[in-house]
């Protein structure tokens, strides 16, 4: 926010006001002190707010009283936010050039791993059924063991991979002996987005809701003569109110909004440069502020994900076989040691013969990157899933504010249990209970209730202080007149 500094100087000034006078000032403290005029210590007040997180009182007699209880910490210059923006900026690249990356590789492993793992198959198969029918009838007895071991393996293996071939439905699309080409089958999403969606998700659901949602105060602060009370700004945003009152100092300083206070003390936020629109339709909004939606694991039907944790535990099976026998096994000198266990390994050692040392070939390449690939591809969703859970709960209990502060706020004082009951799937935290007492609290924090056991055993509340306010909030707006903020006729017209 500090780039709406556009004079430094006098802004520097009004923040050395304010760090004398530490018990608080109010806007014409800080003219006596700086002798600036009225209208710059005011344009500067909201963005020392922001910066530093001011506290916001009104007196007796109707003045705020601005003061900085945590200090004069930036929240957006010095050594410890610029390491936070630039860490913050980090993971972000961090995270899509490694995203990017192991998106190649995955396509890699499930094309690349299941054309070599289904070629060794096949010259296994092929390679068995020559030595058994070359073998002469004397030593074919002898051979007998290992040669019917391997060609059962190999055979099943091969199967195996021709199932999943047939599977993925890659070969659907080609013509039959007839000439006819199959019927079209409706569309279905790539398998590469399949996977990914299994793996990655399928994107942020709530994308642009900063924008969304500063719309929507926007649009509700228009719509009602340019002011907006702090429990309004919080039925729209489900912030608490510690947070409401953080977050509402950046309306003040990207809006031109002012903070005011009413014949009655209560503090209310004003945005006059809000209502200087052409559009002179007249305005109607209600607390209709958006929920947020839920994140899905993915939006593949579960029968294809369950299919993709097989093909990956195939891979882990053939990585886990490769290395196992690499480590137990190692170099093949004897024909002895082939037996129906060790088949395929001894056929990939032949077919990688002319690595410089084929055992190391098979036990990184056929077996620690199909491991590391299949671990990786198994916890990376895995984990995704209990941080969603987490994200999910959070925005819940959002949309459960917001729910509740509009009941409350409705009709303060009478205020019923059923009131925090949401309206929503996407109202309702998994521990609803522990959600619903979170909201009382932090609500009752803000404004104090007085509780009342009814007869039915239900509890009800009534939140005075916000009736009191929000009657002072509906006198105030009465005293703005609309008209005055009216464009009016054009005056000049530079094409005219």
Same mark, same amino acid.
Do not use: C
């Given at each position: 926010?500090?780039?709406?500094?556009?004079?430094?100087?006098?802004?520097?000034?009004?923040?050395?006001?304010?760090?004398?006078?530490?018990?608080?000032?109010?806007?014409?403290?800080?003219?006596?002190?700086?002798?600036?005029?009225?209208?710059?210590?005011?344009?500067?007040?909201?963005?020392?707010?922001?910066?530093?997180?001011?506290?916001?009182?009104?007196?007796?007699?109707?003045?705020?009283?601005?003061?900085?209880?945590?200090?004069?910490?930036?929240?957006?210059?010095?050594?410890?936010?610029?390491?936070?923006?630039?860490?913050?900026?980090?993971?972000?690249?961090?995270?899509?050039?490694?995203?990017?990356?192991?998106?190649?590789?995955?396509?890699?492993?499930?094309?690349?791993?299941?054309?070599?793992?289904?070629?060794?198959?096949?010259?296994?198969?092929?390679?068995?059924?020559?030595?058994?029918?070359?073998? *002469?009838?004397?030593?074919?007895?002898?051979?007998?063991?290992?040669?019917?071991?391997?060609?059962?393996? +190999?055979?099943?293996?091969?199967?195996?991979?021709?199932?999943?071939?047939?599977? *993925?439905?890659?070969?659907?699309?080609?013509?039959?002996?007839?000439?006819?080409?199959?019927?079209?089958?409706?569309?279905?999403?790539?398998?590469?987005?399949?996977?990914?969606?299994?793996?990655?998700?399928?994107?942020?659901?709530?994308?642009?809701?900063?924008?969304?949602?500063?719309?929507?105060?926007?649009?509700?602060?228009?719509?009602?003569?340019?002011?907006?009370?702090?429990?309004?700004?919080?039925?729209?945003?489900?912030?608490?109110?510690?947070?409401?009152?953080?977050?509402?100092?950046?309306?003040?300083?990207?809006?031109?909004?002012?903070?005011? +206070?009413?014949?009655?003390?209560?503090?209310?936020?004003?945005?006059?440069?809000?209502?200087?629109?052409? =559009?002179?339709?007249?305005?109607?909004?209600?607390?209709?502020?958006?929920?947020?939606?839920?994140?899905?694991?993915?939006?593949?039907?579960?029968?294809?994900?369950?299919?993709?944790?097989?093909?990956?535990?195939?891979?882990?099976?053939?990585?886990?076989?490769?290395?196992?026998?690499?480590?137990?096994?190692?170099?093949?000198?004897?024909?002895?040691?082939?037996?129906?266990?060790?088949?395929?390994?001894?056929?990939?050692?032949?077919?990688?013969?002319?690595?410089?040392?084929?055992?190391?070939?098979? +036990?990184?390449?056929?077996?620690?990157?199909?491991?590391?690939?299949?671990?990786?591809?198994?916890?990376?969703?895995?984990?995704?899933?209990?941080?969603?859970?987490?994200?999910?709960?959070?925005?819940?209990?959002?949309?459960?504010?917001? =729910?509740?502060?509009?009941?409350?706020?409705?009709?303060?004082?009478?205020?019923?249990?059923?009131?925090?009951?949401?309206?929503?799937?996407?109202?309702?935290?998994?521990?609803?209970?522990? +959600?619903?007492?979170?909201?009382?609290?932090?609500?009752?924090?803000?404004?104090?209730?007085?509780?009342?056991?009814?007869?039915?055993?239900?509890?009800?509340?009534?939140?005075?202080?916000?009736?009191?306010?929000?009657?002072?909030?509906?006198?105030?707006?009465?005293?703005? =007149?609309?008209?005055?903020?009216?464009?009016?006729?054009?005056?000049? =017209?530079?094409?005219?």
């Amino acid at each position: 926010m500090t780039s709406k500094i556009k004079d430094t100087e006098v802004y520097a000034k009004v923040v050395d006001a304010f760090k004398r006078r530490r018990e608080g000032a109010t806007p014409v403290d800080i003219v006596s002190m700086t002798g600036l005029p009225i209208e710059r210590v005011k344009e500067y007040i909201p963005v020392a707010s922001d910066e530093f997180g001011a506290r916001l009182r009104v007196t007796e007699s109707g003045e705020i009283l601005y003061s900085f209880p945590d200090g004069f910490k930036s929240r957006y210059k010095g050594f410890g936010p610029t390491m936070r923006r630039f860490w913050s900026a980090f993971k972000k690249g961090a995270a899509v050039v490694a995203k990017a990356l192991f998106k190649v590789w995955i396509m890699v492993m499930l094309v690349g791993y299941f054309v070599l793992f289904m070629a060794i198959a096949i010259v296994a198969l092929v390679a068995s059924v020559a030595v058994s029918a070359s073998g *002469s009838s004397n030593d074919r007895d002898d051979r007998r063991g290992g040669n019917l071991g391997g060609l059962m393996i +190999a055979s099943h293996v091969f199967n195996l991979i021709i199932r999943i071939w047939f599977y *993925s439905e890659l070969v659907k699309s080609i013509d039959d002996p007839y000439g006819n080409r199959r019927r079209a089958a409706p569309k279905k999403r790539p398998l590469y987005s399949a996977v990914f969606s299994f793996v990655f998700g399928d994107g942020d659901p709530n994308a642009g809701w900063d924008t969304r949602e500063r719309k929507a105060v926007v649009s509700y602060i228009q719509a009602n003569r340019g002011v907006i009370a702090l429990p309004e700004f919080m039925a729209i945003t489900g912030l608490t109110p510690t947070e409401a009152e953080e977050a509402i100092t950046s309306y003040l300083v990207e809006f031109g909004g002012s903070p005011e +206070a009413t014949n009655e003390g209560t503090v209310v936020y004003r945005f006059d440069e809000l209502l200087l629109k052409s =559009d002179t339709r007249e305005s109607i909004f209600e607390f209709s502020a958006p929920l947020k939606k839920v994140k899905n694991f993915s939006e593949n039907p579960k029968k294809l994900n369950r299919w993709f944790i097989a093909l990956n535990s195939v891979n882990l099976l053939f990585g886990s076989y490769f290395l196992y026998n690499a480590i137990t096994v190692g170099q093949i000198t004897q024909q002895a040691q082939i037996t129906g266990g060790t088949y395929l390994y001894a056929v990939a050692l032949v077919l990688f013969s002319g690595m410089s040392n084929p055992v190391s070939f098979a +036990a990184s390449v056929l077996g620690g990157v199909p491991i590391l690939f299949a671990a990786l591809f198994l916890t990376i969703p895995a984990i995704r899933r209990i941080r969603e859970k987490k994200e999910n709960d959070r925005i819940k209990k959002e949309n459960l504010r917001k =729910d509740a502060y509009k009941k409350v706020w409705g009709r303060p004082e009478k205020v019923k249990s059923s009131d925090f009951t949401p309206s929503f799937p996407e109202s309702r935290p998994d521990d609803l209970a522990a +959600a619903q007492e979170s909201v009382i609290l932090e609500l009752g924090a803000y404004a104090q209730p007085e509780v009342e056991i009814a007869d039915d055993g239900s509890t009800n509340y009534s939140f005075s202080a916000l009736a009191a306010e929000k009657k002072a909030l509906e006198t105030y707006r009465s005293t703005i =007149d609309p008209e005055k903020y009216k464009l009016g006729a054009t005056v000049f =017209d530079s094409h005219n």
